[in-house]
């Protein structure tokens, strides 16, 4: 399965089972948009794609503090859209 299926799929399966803010998948899916068809970003990609499967609502709260939370998640949007907008130009 290629790399851009794989996001939206993982995004897809934490909107459903791990409460992913709608806000945040809208950002993934606009991504994968940019990026059909092409390869490029693709360790990035990769790395959301972790991060997105790790995802839990309630990360870092925990005894062991293990997990993703939105603001980690969100970060590696902001950097994965930076890289884009300065690819874009």
Same mark, same amino acid.
């Given at each position: 399965m290629p790399l851009l299926d794989k996001l939206i799929a993982a995004t897809l399966t934490a909107q459903q089972e791990?409460?992913?803010?709608?806000?945040?998948?809208?950002?993934?899916?606009?991504?994968?948009?940019?990026?059909?068809?092409?390869k490029i970003l693709q360790a990035e990609i990769g !790395?959301? $794609?972790? /991060?997105v499967v790790l995802y839990d609502n309630y990360a870092q709260t925990?005894?062991?503090?293990?997990?993703?939370?939105h603001l980690i998640l969100e970060k590696?949007?902001?950097?994965?859209? !930076?890289? $884009?907008? /300065?690819?874009?130009?």
């Amino acid at each position: 399965m290629p790399l851009l299926d794989k996001l939206i799929a993982a995004t897809l399966t934490a909107q459903q089972e791990d409460d992913l803010p709608d806000f945040l998948a809208e950002r993934i899916f606009a991504v994968a948009k940019l990026l059909r068809g092409r390869k490029i970003l693709q360790a990035e990609i990769g !790395e959301l $794609i972790e /991060q997105v499967v790790l995802y839990d609502n309630y990360a870092q709260t925990g005894y062991i503090g293990m997990g993703v939370n939105h603001l980690i998640l969100e970060k590696t949007i902001q950097r994965l859209e !930076e890289k $884009i907008r /300065q690819i874009s130009k």
